[in-house]
């Protein structure tokens, strides 16, 4: 099973999202099942969902893509359960990097609004994965024109695993389908 993680503001209508699912179909039925949950906006929330969805699955089938915020969630995720993680542009210090983003949130892809809370800044702080503990299980796809979130802290963070590191691109990945062979091979799909 391939378990897509979406960022901040995104939702399973995201362009990475779809281009995974529309890769996947044309697999058939050759294709591991794929999921890609609305995420809550509540780190704690959005953790029990995704222990709920991994613990259903046996950890040595299971791969998780992170766009983001997601990245974020997957580190934890895979750290927890011992699966491969893909993390695209992952959010290091999200808790951090939020705090400008208090308050009424539009979401990309599909519309709506959620409220984004100072304690969920708390949230995102104990869900904090310091250590990658087995870096094979990780790869990295960080861009260095991600105008987000500097590439060199991803790369930092995740130093050890298998890396590709895009010259320029975006925090979106625009050019994600340059890219998704890869990032499907190293999920096993």
């Not at 990245?71 to 993390?87: I, K, N, P, Q, S």
């Not at 087995?134 to 050890?160: C, N, Q, S």
Request: aromatic residues 8%; proline residues 6%.
């Amino acid at each position: 099973m391939i378990l897509y993680l979406h960022g901040f503001r995104s939702s399973p209508r995201s362009t990475k999202a779809q281009q995974i699912r529309e890769c996947l179909a044309r697999r058939a039925p050759h294709a591991p099942r794929y999921e890609c949950p609305q995420l809550p906006a509540s780190p704690r929330a959005a953790a029990a969902l995704l222990a709920d969805v991994a613990g259903a699955v046996d950890p040595g089938s299971l791969a998780l893509i992170g766009s983001s915020l997601g990245g974020y969630y997957a580190t934890w995720l895979a750290e927890r359960v011992g699966c491969r993680a893909v993390l695209l542009n992952p959010a290091v210090r999200p808790y951090d990097d939020l705090q400008a983003h208090l308050g009424r949130q539009q979401v990309f892809h599909g519309g709506g609004e959620f409220e984004f809370r100072a304690a969920y800044l708390d949230e995102l702080r104990a869900l904090d994965t310091p250590v990658i503990t087995r870096p094979e299980r990780y790869f990295l796809v960080a861009a260095t024109g991600d105008e987000v979130i500097d590439y060199r802290t991803m790369v930092t963070k995740y130093a050890g695993c298998a890396q590709c590191v895009i010259d320029g691109s975006d925090h979106a990945l625009t050019d994600f389908e340059n890219h998704i062979d890869r990032v499907l091979a190293f999920c096993g799909a």
